[in-house]
């Protein structure tokens, strides 16, 4: 009999944990935080779409924490959130930025190249003697 108790809350607290830890907010938090330190480092498309998958996911538990009245909760998370936000978006920023810096720089070596080209075209016209 006892057995049969013990197997018993220990299958409610299996189901229990399950319901409320495994898509959690904090952990949703959490993902996004090591996505964007990944994003940061290695700015790849897929990097991107992974940190803003988090969001999406994040936004619907936001949804659901007000649903269930639970807005205090909510408001923390929301927060954590905007802050997570404001960080991707300057990361973004970042390698946009570095993009530009690396067009740029292509464009000037381009510019360069073909100076130099049109230098050595002079160089080889011999010079007419009056």
């Known amino acids: 009999m006892r057995a049969g108790r013990y197997l018993w809350l220990l299958i409610f607290g299996i189901i229990a944990f399950g319901l409320t830890g495994c898509d959690s907010p904090d952990r949703t938090l959490d993902s996004i935080r090591r996505d964007?330190?990944?994003?940061?480092?290695?700015?790849?498309?897929?990097?991107e779409i992974k940190v803003e998958q988090g969001f999406k996911k994040l936004d619907s538990q936001l949804a659901e924490l007000k649903q269930s009245g639970r807005t205090a909760e909510a408001a923390a998370v929301e927060s954590m959130a905007s802050n997570l936000r404001g960080d991707f978006r300057a990361a973004r920023m970042v390698n946009s930025l570095r993009d530009a810096q690396s067009a740029i720089e292509g464009i000037g070596s381009a510019i360069k190249d073909a100076g130099k080209s049109i230098g050595d075209v002079f160089k080889e016209q011999p010079t007419p003697t009056p």
């Not at 964007?36 to 990097?47: Q, R």
């Open 36 to 47: 964007l330190a990944t994003y940061k480092v290695n700015p790849t498309p897929d990097a």
